[in-house]
């Protein structure tokens, strides 16, 4: 099994347990993920994100200030986490994706907007190209989006089991 992490996903699971500022159901949330993706690891999924999310992910620890960008490292130099790089082969597939809904008339965002989510989907249709026969997942904490065309495939972290 492959499991792609969006970036709420993977801003959970970086996000520092001990700021003062979380409300207690956010830090029962983050406990929860961080049991979850540790579980999955001891099972040997593999288990990986997009660079785009480690971009979105980034950008907002750092406007904070927050510890959570140590987390973050954490997972990308020690490799528990595979960041897929952007290549001309993602941003192609992600352009066609973001063509595709827009013809349906179902937008995920703002014309304008870069659409991180096309090219999350996009990492996720390479990743069954390659790796046909596995069963691939992308774990989210919001499917709407990615439903459109993972459908089942995109999933809230919660109810990824294996």
Not at 39 to 61: H, M, N, P, W
Request: some cysteine; proline content about 2%.
């Amino acid at each position: 099994m492959i499991i792609l992490l969006d970036s709420g996903v993977l801003d959970l699971l970086c996000y520092p347990i001990d700021d003062k500022s979380l409300a207690e159901d956010k830090k029962i949330k983050i406990k929860q993920c961080l049991n979850w993706f540790y579980s999955l690891l001891a099972k040997g999924v593999y288990i990986c994100t997009s660079q785009i999310s480690d971009y979105e992910v980034r950008r907002e620890f750092i406007r904070i200030n927050s510890k959570g960008l140590e987390n973050l490292d954490n997972f990308k130099q020690e490799k528990i986490i595979d960041f897929l790089p952007l290549t001309t082969e993602v941003m192609e597939k992600s352009a066609e994706n973001w063509a595709k809904i827009r013809n349906i008339n179902l937008p995920t965002a703002d014309n304008k907007n870069i659409d991180a989510d096309m090219i999350i989907l996009a990492q996720w249709s390479l990743l069954k190209e390659e790796n046909q026969g596995q069963e691939i997942l992308i774990a989210t904490t919001n499917v709407k989006h990615l439903k459109i065309i993972a459908q089942d495939n995109a999933q809230e972290w919660e109810k990824i089991k294996y």
